[in-house]
């Protein structure tokens, strides 16, 4: 039969009269709408749930887990913080604990959490859309793809959008914004936490308005052509300046500097002695005066030894000039009112001999031979325009020039920041976490005309800072505040009077943390007063002998008067105690020698204390806790018996565990303790 | 006639994508050729390391291709591979100088073990291998990690840093490494939160090991427990039969 004939034949079979006609058409009209029903029969989840319930048959466990399945399209609906997940109509067993043993998605039951997921939903902190129900959408895969399921390795992001305090839990979120807050980041670009307050920096870039006086424009130079050169710890980022642009911000940078001493010290300045022997025992000084307990010098090894709270000084030699460096160790807040450095009163002799020392400490292949030539008027004016391009003063107090304001652009939601609205760099994944983590690395990789500097982190560093900028969400601002923690306001305290005068000098705070404020190198001293006996107190600001035989990090010699320790004495007994204690510190506490012997055998045998402390030099070993030898002159009887219960309460964070002691033993044992007297302290004379 | 000729075509067709994708898959295989040939795989350093899910291990894994002599073989091919999305950048390469491979492991998304498996062709054509354990932090993994650091590391960790003296020698009664699973893995969770809880005389052991039931709360405590689980060595294996094998 031919083709037409056929044609003909079908068309008589379908539109052969009127009910034929309107049967084909109902048909045809019919098998579209089967199409629905057809595609939501095979949508992704059924076919899930379906695996699923295969998984669990035969498990021991199957009814229990059978008994929790409820099939069809499952949605955790919280209106207050916009969510609508409907992630649990695959993830079947997030909350099956007896599931640990499947490792497969979407099977694999949540990890715990401190928050529940009725509570809380999903994509608050994984990202990914809540309300999707075909695997492909909930996820992402394709590239361009506005939410993501967020990776891993910067989940902790998601706590940080209500988590403002740290937390435990959250090493890299933690690491994240302090670095953040180290590297200046917030100085040039504006961050704002979700209850509105203004992230700041806790570095503290150094004023450059007497910079001439501290150091030489060959330094300025080859400082900026390459910070991390000079000290691999320095924070300062390379901005990969031209030689042209070095040569001219350094001269701008001499020119606008103005001397930071209306006359010049009365002292003259030490010449330091080439000799070895001055230089070893400045050496010597500089370990007797505890100054790597702060600054850090890199060994032979080429490791850094020593802390950083102040700047690195391998290399100080090089840098600064020795007229400076001498004013600067008789007393610091000269130069620089602000800095953390103590002022050590330090004797002439004492400063020739670290001058000596730390100007020995030079680098010839970092500064270079030549001497610069005299900077032009021009060089100064472009090195000017240069610094302000630069936003220099962002960080750095400059004569003249002003802080910048939203110098760079505003990262308050850079973690909700639309890819649509990103221009990705050749080679980057289309994604947002690695733009950050690209612009981070290598800023000029967007562009030679950026600004932004480039910072040598290694790839753990990085993904702290992401995780940290991923957390700063437009969402996170419009959660309830009620679900916010906010961060600890700092506190303001500042002692008043001599004493106040006197801790502002020897900068306690640097390392002390005291009623809320202070640094967290050394311990808390909020109720020292209540703790110490004053006798011991006197004697040990005088001659700061170590508690901690194993620390590396010590309190220096400050060499105050007899008048001064007792000063200071005077106010951290009266000031410094803790209000909680029942009837008054000094309460005489009675002991016989029958407590005492109990309590040594608590102390011993119960609860072995001499795993961390040292009683009897000649057996005892521990050395997590302080050394107790002498105990009983130093601490009073009713610190001790309160220790003993919840140090916690008294020192928060200390290491001591919290023993909740029976009151018999926690007496037994400050008897025995009372009883460690040690050689008699002499008390300096009151004047 | 006609017929023929779209028979023709199309095996021309065929013919024609069968050798573009055999192409493109040439193509995508390994670009490095080995320069020589060792008989063994060891690991130099990198082994055993843990970091959070889907982060970077700190240390980079370091591998040596030795010949038959055990001296090291330069220039021979290592490749690494790992399962559950976990990666090592570059995934292969050639041994340097020193006859060494080093790579910087990620971890995948999921808590639990990861295993990078190494691989060096020999002569003879055949393939050596070796496999290398490293575990991802979840985040009560990473909680008990950080207790750990701030609480127990003095005593359990043999291993002095600067900041940190270990106190481990100072003990009578030796505190085990948390990562010695021979001896913790056999211990139930439960008798694991005891000691930690009451102190070593819960289980009749010494009283050098104070009790942190009051000064940790139940949480932390499982956060602790969760973290020796995670990083014993031998790995510790749940109890009972696993039925997920796919």
Redesign the interface.
């Known amino acids: 039969m031919s083709v037409r004939g056929r044609i003909a034949a079908a068309k008589a079979f379908l539109f052969g009269d009127s009910a034929r006609a309107f049967g084909t058409l109902s048909l045809a009209l019919l098998a579209p709408l089967t199409v629905v029903p057809a595609r939501d029969y095979f949508r992704d989840w059924r076919g899930i749930q379906k695996q699923y319930l295969q998984?669990i048959h035969?498990?021991n466990d199957a009814p229990a887990l059978a008994r929790h399945f409820q099939g069809g399209v499952q949605q955790i609906w919280l209106p207050e913080i916009g969510v609508v997940d409907r992630c649990t109509t695959c993830h079947v067993g997030l909350k099956e604990s007896t599931?640990?043993?499947?490792?497969?998605?979407p099977?694999?039951p949540h990890?715990?959490?401190?928050h529940s997921l009725t509570e809380f939903g999903c994509v608050l902190c994984h990202r990914g859309q809540g309300t999707a129900t075909s695997v492909a959408d909930a996820h992402n895969s394709s590239s361009s793809w506005e939410e993501p399921i967020l990776?891993?390795?910067?989940?902790?992001s998601g706590c940080g959008q209500c988590h403002i305090q740290p937390l435990?839990?959250t090493?890299?979120l933690n690491q994240g914004r302090e670095l953040l807050a180290r590297y200046g980041c917030v100085r040039c670009h504006t961050m704002r936490a979700p209850d509105g307050t203004k992230r700041t920096g806790t570095d503290e870039p150094p004023s450059l308005e007497h910079i001439a006086d501290k150091t030489s424009r060959e330094w300025i130079a080859a400082w900026l052509r390459d910070p991390q050169a000079y000290a691999g710890s320095a924070t300062m980022p390379n901005f990969q300046l031209k030689d042209d642009e070095i040569r001219d911000i350094a001269a701008f940078l001499i020119a606008q500097s103005q001397p930071y001493r209306s006359q010049k010290a009365s002292e003259p300045a030490p010449v330091p002695s080439q000799d070895d022997a001055v230089i070893q025992q400045g050496a010597s000084l500089y370990g007797e005066s505890f100054c790597a307990s702060c600054h850090a010098v890199q060994n032979a090894a080429g490791l850094l030894?020593g802390g950083n709270l102040g700047p690195e000084l391998t290399r100080v030699g090089s840098k600064v000039k020795i007229d400076w460096l001498a004013d600067w160790l008789r007393n610091p807040a000269i130069y620089d009112p602000n800095s953390a450095m103590p002022h050590y009163r330090f004797d002439a002799k004492q400063i020739g001999l670290l001058v000596t020392f730390l100007s020995s400490k030079t680098d010839s292949d970092f500064t270079g031979t030549a001497k610069a030539a005299a900077a032009e008027p021009k060089q100064i004016e472009r090195g000017r325009i240069l610094v302000i391009e630069r936003g220099c003063a962002s960080c750095h107090a400059i004569n003249g020039l002003k802080a910048p304001e939203d110098f760079a652009p505003e990262l308050t939601e850079v973690g909700s920041r639309p890819l649509s609205r990103i221009l990705f760099a050749p080679g980057v994944p289309n994604t947002l976490p690695d733009y950050i983590a690209a612009r981070i690395r290598d800023p000029r990789s967007f562009g030679d005309t950026l600004k932004m500097p480039r910072f040598s982190l290694p790839?753990?560093q990085v993904?702290a800072i992401v995780t940290a900028l991923l957390a700063q969400t437009a969402r996170a601002e419009t959660l309830p505040a009620s679900m916010r923690i906010p961060e600890r306001k700092p506190s303001d305290y500042r002692p008043a009077g001599r004493a106040g005068k006197l801790m502002d000098e020897m900068r306690c705070f640097s390392c002390h943390i005291i009623n809320g404020r202070g640094g967290t190198m050394a311990p808390e001293l909020t109720y020292e007063g209540t703790s110490v006996q004053r006798a011991w107190l006197v004697n040990f600001l005088k001659n700061p002998n170590t508690l901690r035989p194993?620390l590396?990090r010590r309190m220096p010699r400050f060499n105050v008067t007899d008048a001064e320790a007792n000063t200071l004495a005077d106010y951290i007994m009266t000031a410094w105690q803790t209000p909680d204690f029942e009837g008054d510190a000094s309460d005489d506490l009675r002991f016989t020698a029958a407590d005492v012997q109990s309590g040594r055998e608590l102390f011993y045998?119960?609860?072995?204390c001499q795993?961390?402390h040292i009683i009897d030099q000649s057996k005892d070993?521990?050395?997590?806790g302080p050394t107790l030898t002498q105990v009983g002159s130093r601490l009073t009887a009713p610190w001790i018996l309160h220790w003993l219960r919840?140090a916690?309460t008294l020192r928060p964070g200390s290491?001591e565990?919290?023993?909740?002691m029976k009151d018999a033993d926690a007496r037994s044992i400050t008897a025995f303790l009372m009883a460690q007297k040690g050689a008699p302290v002499k008390e300096a004379a009151r004047k | 006639m006609k017929r023929t000729g779209m028979r023709a075509s199309f095996l021309v067709l065929c013919a024609a994508l069968l050798t573009v994708s055999a192409c493109t898959r040439h193509s995508g295989a390994p670009g490095v050729t080995p320069r020589a040939f060792g008989t063994a795989l060891v690991s130099v350093s990198g082994e055993k390391q843990f970091a959070g899910v889907g982060s970077q291990l700190e240390q980079p894994l370091v591998l040596q291709v030795n010949d038959a002599k055990g001296v090291a073989v330069a220039g021979a091919l290592v490749r690494l591979s790992a399962a559950g999305g976990a990666f090592a950048t570059p995934r292969e390469g050639l041994t340097g100088p020193d006859g060494q491979f080093t790579a910087t492991i990620t971890l995948g998304g999921a808590g639990g073990h990861y295993q990078i498996v190494a691989s060096s062709p020999t002569a003879s054509g055949q393939q050596i291998f070796m496999r290398v354990d490293e575990s991802a932090l979840g985040y009560q993994e990473m909680l008990g990690a950080k207790l750990n650091e701030i609480h127990c590391i003095r005593c359990h960790d043999p291993e002095s840093t600067a900041e940190r003296v270990s106190n481990m020698d100072n003990l009578t009664a030796k505190p085990h490494a948390f990562t010695d699973g021979a001896v913790l893995n056999p211990m139930s969770a439960a008798d694991l939160t005891s000691i930690i809880s009451h102190g070593g005389v819960a289980v009749n052991k010494s009283a050098e090991m104070p009790p942190y039931g009051s000064m940790l709360t139940k949480q932390e405590i499982a956060a602790l427990v969760a973290f020796l689980r995670a990083v014993a060595d031998p790995p510790y294996l749940a109890q009972g039969v696993n039925y997920a094998s796919n």
């Open positions: 998984l035969g498990r599931l640990t043993d499947v490792r497969t998605q099977f694999r990890p715990p959490v401190p990776p891993a390795r910067y989940l902790e435990t839990g090493p890299k030894v790839q753990p993904d194993a590396i045998n119960k609860y072995a795993s961390c070993k521990g050395y997590v919840n916690q290491l565990p919290v023993w909740n």
